[in-house]
């Protein structure tokens, strides 16, 4: 069962521009939620969290947006840089786990 | 501080070995993960340890164990592998006893044959 679901498999964003990320989630107890960047073959990285008490965070040029009501995540990015070009994956934790969504792969343009 | 850590970072087993793949968190952190990484079904959470506790198992077969130390480290292991166990498996350590942000390592790439 796909608790986390990010429905956009890829974006494409001109370097300079705002890229939107978006998350839904079906599980109303999930109490953090998180965004990783990952590149092929290693680790996902931390970029930014956003507790389920708030409804944003921002942290440099990343923002998470946080709709409890809707149950929807977003994450900013600006401005976007050819620097990331990776994939993105949602997560949310509850009960000691991290539920993935299946990713967005961005690329920057030029 | 130096980041988590795992071992090996390659691995190729034929079909009915086992295998361990080792983790060693971030100095502190006392919550270990295990994910495991495949195509088709992408990051799919395996157990979860804290202070040599499992607190939480995914929906893996019983093939599929793991152990933490008391200084933290842990040990996932596989049994009589299958071709669809190759997969990258990942470890995450997280400083907080209660979830939250989890830091993870490069990865074990295992191919079995």
């Known amino acids: 069962d796909q608790q986390v679901k990010q429905n956009s498999p890829s974006l494409s964003v001109q370097e300079g521009r705002i890229s939107i990320l978006n998350c839904d989630y079906t599980?109303?107890?999930?109490?953090?939620f998180l965004w990783y960047k990952k590149y092929p073959a290693e680790g996902p990285t931390f970029l930014i969290s956003?507790?389920?008490?708030?409804d944003k965070n921002e942290d440099g040029r990343f923002t998470v947006f946080l709709n409890k009501s809707a149950k929807h995540l977003s994450l900013h990015i600006v401005p976007s840089q050819p620097g990331d070009s990776a994939v993105y994956f949602c997560?949310?934790?509850?009960?000691?786990?991290?539920?993935f969504g299946a990713g967005t792969t961005v690329t920057v343009r030029a | 501080k130096a980041g988590v850590t795992q071992t090996p970072r390659y691995l190729i087993k034929t079909r009915g070995q086992q295998v361990t793949l080792s983790c060693s968190p971030i100095?502190?952190?006392?919550?270990v993960s295990w994910y495991q990484q495949t195509p088709g079904q992408g990051l799919q959470f395996l157990f979860e340890?804290?202070?040599?506790?499992?607190?939480n198992k995914g929906n893996f077969p019983g093939r599929f164990s793991g152990r933490q130390f008391s200084n933290s480290r842990s040990e996932m292991n596989v049994s009589t592998l299958e071709l669809g166990d190759s997969a990258l498996y990942l470890c995450?350590?997280?400083?907080?006893?209660?979830?939250?942000?989890?830091?993870f390592g490069p990865g074990t790439r295992l191919t079995v044959l």
């Open positions: 995450a350590s997280s400083p907080r006893d209660s979830g939250g942000t989890q830091y």
């Open positions: 599980n109303s107890m999930f109490d953090y």
């Open positions: 956003i507790s389920s008490i708030k």
């Open positions: 997560a949310a934790t509850y009960d000691y786990k991290l539920s």
């Open positions: 100095s502190g952190h006392r919550s």
């Open positions: 340890y804290f202070s040599e506790t499992q607190r």
